[in-house]
C-alpha cells in the first residue's frame, strides 16, 4: 500500500523531499507519526555522505502512537531510542545494546528515520513524554541524553575546570547539563550571538582566550575534525577528554600527545531518556531558547540546508 506520504530522503544525488513513500509496515513494531523533529549536526554529516546512509532521514523526534501491539500505548505522544539492537548476540546478552553489531539506527544505519508523516520503532524503545513537556521540549530529548551520557562515563567534581567546545546544538545541552554537578563550566565559541545562549553560571571564552593544559575534562562539540586538537591543546596532563563530534573528514590529531600527558579519551554517544525527560519536566534544563526556524516537513530539505548555516542552532521540522 502506498500513501500520499511526504519525507525527507538521502539519496545518492544528495537530501531531497519525497512524497508518495511507501506506508511503513509495522512488523510487530509501534507505527509512528511524526509531530516534531530536531535537525541535528549528525544529519547535516550524512547528507555529506557520513555512514553511507540512503534513505529517509532524522533521529530526533517526538509523536503519537498509532497503533502498536500493546494497544495502552495507542494514541501516546512519546520519542524513542534510537538503536534497535537484535536482542539475541553475545554483545546485548552482556548489557551492551547500543553496541549490538547487528543494530540498526533510526535514520542512521539499516532503518528509515523519523522525518516522514509515518515510521516505525519497537515498542520497548519508546518513552512517554510528560504533560509537562511541550513538543518543542520534547524534542531535544535525544540529543539531551546524549548530554548526560557525558556523566554516565565519567566522573565529573564539582571541584573540575570544565571545558565544552562548541556552542551549537549538542554544545549547548552538554553545557547546561555538566553546570548542574557544580563544576566551573566554560562554553567556548567564535559566534557571540551563540556564546549568548548560554545561560548564567556557565562562563563564555573564544578559543583564542583560554589557557592551554588546564582543563581537567574537554569535551569536543565542535562538529569539526579540528576540535580534537584543540581539546588536546586545553586539557590538563591525566585529564579526560570526551568525543562528541563524529564527521566525515578525517581527524588531522596525531596521538603523541595524549601517550605523553596520559590523557584519558572517552567516546561518546547515545545516552538515557528517562533522566533526560525527567530534567526538562522539573525545569531544570530548558532547551527551547536554542529553537532559531521552523520548517513544516514538505519543505524539510530547506531545513536541513538552514541547519547547516551559522545564523541557526536549533532547526525544527513540523508535521
Known amino acids: 500500500m502506498v500513501r500520499a506520504m511526504i519525507g525527507l ?132 530529548v535525544e540529543p539531551l541524553a546524549a548530554a548526560l551520557e557525558i556523566l554516565e562515563q565519567v566522573h565529573v567534581r564539582p571541584s573540575d575546570r570544565v571545558v565544552v567546545l562548541g556552542t551549537g546544538r549538542l554544545g549547548q545541552l552538554c553545557a547546561r547539563v555538566l553546570a548542574l554537578t557544580g563544576a566551573e563550566v566554560t562554553g567556548v565559541g567564535r559566534d557571540p550571538g551563540r556564546l549568548k545562549l548560554l545561560p548564567p553560571g556557565i562562563a563564555r571564552r573564544r578559543p583564542d582566550e583560554l589557557a592551554p593544559g588546564r582543563a581537567d575534562v574537554v569535551v569536543d562539540c565542535t562538529g569539526a575534525a579540528e576540535g580534537l586538537s584543540l581539546a588536546t591543546t586545553l586539557v590538563r596532563p591525566r585529564g579526560t577528554v570526551v568525543l562528541k563530534t563524529t564527521v566525515h573528514d578525517p581527524a588531522p590529531q596525531l596521538p603523541t600527545p595524549w601517550v605523553i600527558d596520559e590523557i584519558h579519551l572517552v567516546g561518546s554517544r547515545c545516552g538515557p531518556f528517562a533522566p533526560a525527560l525527567r530534567l526538562l519536566a522539573s525545569g531544570a534544563v530548558d532547551p527551547t531558547p536554542l529553537i532559531t526556524a521552523r520548517y513544516p516537513l514538505a519543505r524539510a530539505d530547506e531545513a536541513l540546508a538552514a541547519a547547516a548555516l551559522r545564523d541557526h542552532v536549533k532547526v525544527l521540522i513540523e508535521a
Do not use: Q
Not at 19 to 31: C, H, K
Not at 59 to 67: F, L, M, P, T, Y
Not at 84 to 112: F, M, N, S, W, Y
Open 9 to 140: 530522503v538521502n539519496t545518492d544525488l544528495g537530501p531531497r523531499v519525497a512524497t508518495n513513500l511507501p506506508d511503513p509496515a509495522p512488523s510487530g513494531e509501534a507505527l509512528l507519526r511524526l509531530s516534531v523533529g530536531g535537525v541535528c549536526a549528525t544529519d547535516i554529516e550524512i547528507a555529506k555522505g557520513y555512514m553511507g546512509f540512503r534513505g529517509v532521514m532524522g533521529h530526533e523526534w517526538v509523536g503519537v502512537v498509532e497503533a502498536a501491539p500493546d494497544p495502552a500505548w495507542v494514541g501516546r505522544r512519546v520519542v524513542g531510542d534510537i538503536n534497535c539492537p537484535c536482542g539475541a548476540c553475545a554483545t546485548c546478552a552482556a548489557g551492551r545494546p547500543t553496541h549490538c553489531p547487528h543494530r540498526t539506527v533510526l535514520g542512521i544505519e539499516g532503518r528509515d528515520g523519523a522525518f516522514s508523516e509515518r515510521f516505525t520503532l519497537p515498542l520497548g524503545n519508546l518513552h512517554a513524554v510528560p504533560d509537562a513537556v511541550s513538543d518543542a521540549a520534547a524534542v531535544f
